[in-house]
Antibody
Framework: EVQLLESGGGLVQPGGSLRLSCTASGFMFSSYAMSWVRQAPGKGLEWVSAMSGNGGRTDYADSVKGRFTISRDNSKNTLYLQMNSLRGDDTAVYYC????????????????WGQGTVVTVSS | DIQMTQSPSTLSASVGDRVTITCRAS??????LAWYQQKPGKAPKLLIY???SLDSGVPSRFSGSGSGTEFTLSISSLQPDDFATYYC?????????FGQGTKVEIK
């Protein structure tokens, strides 16, 4: 079964750090660009970051640039998001996501999502 | 950054109605636009990609059109399962911006 499973969310104080993980199964992980998308409580979707299949290209939303780092370990079929200097407005459900059907690229729609992991930044 | 503006923010409709949601981009994105459906507590689901291509398994009552800066998502005959929030997203530029969402409610 094709699946994305996020973990690592939790409660962290402002200024703190957290690392999210996303473990993929059921497809050739290294062949696909991966993204993180978040959704603050009661708000809309916000794309956060993306990485190409071989890790050679990374993109970040302006709101997280310099604070968040996306990475991947293709030998472990795992995507990461290292989040530093966390702020209250980083509180959200964080989704791991990708496009696996048809021709795909790093700039693409998203047809597969994880279930999300909740990050709460609060003192 | 490219801004995406959806209208309306909320739409009240009845089962069987035809509904249309508009998404406008602040600059041309060619046809690099996707539409998603999201229900409470669930991850979004891709409906349309490249402005008008229906994703696998999506009912044919959904359709997308447009290019450049103006796009529409139409549902030809609203079904009970269609009451949800809909988002557009551009993927022409690195910022991959989403619209603010349109909630389709039961009238």
């Amino acid at each position: 079964e094709v699946q994305l499973l996020e973990s690592g969310g939790g409660l962290v104080q402002p200024g703190g750090s957290l690392r999210l993980s996303c473990t993929a199964s059921g497809f050739m992980f290294s062949s696909y660009a991966m993204s993180w998308v978040r959704q603050a409580p009661g708000k809309g979707l916000e794309w956060v970051s993306a990485m190409s299949g071989n890790g050679g290209r990374t993109d970040y939303a302006d709101s997280v640039k310099g604070r968040f780092t996306i990475s991947r370990d293709n030998s472990k079929n795992t995507l990461y998001l290292q989040m530093n200097s966390l702020r209250g407005d980083d509180t959200a459900v964080y989704y791991c996501a990708t496009k696996i059907r048809g021709v795909t690229g790093i700039l693409d729609a998203i047809d597969m999502w994880g279930q999300g992991t909740v990050v709460t930044v609060s003192s | 950054d490219i801004q995406m503006t959806q209208s309306p923010s909320t739409l009240s409709a009845s089962v069987g109605d035809r509904v249309t949601i508009t998404c406008r981009a602040s600059q041309s994105i060619s046809r690099w636009l996707a539409w998603y459906q999201q229900k409470p507590g669930k991850a979004p689901k891709l409906l349309i990609y490249k402005a008008s291509s229906l994703d696998s398994g999506v009912p044919s009552r959904f359709s997308g059109s447009g290019s450049g800066t103006e796009f529409t998502l139409s549902i030809s005959s609203l079904q009970p399962d269609d009451f949800a929030t809909y988002y557009c997203q551009q993927y022409n530029s690195y910022s991959r911006t989403f619209g603010q969402g349109t909630k389709v409610e039961i009238k």
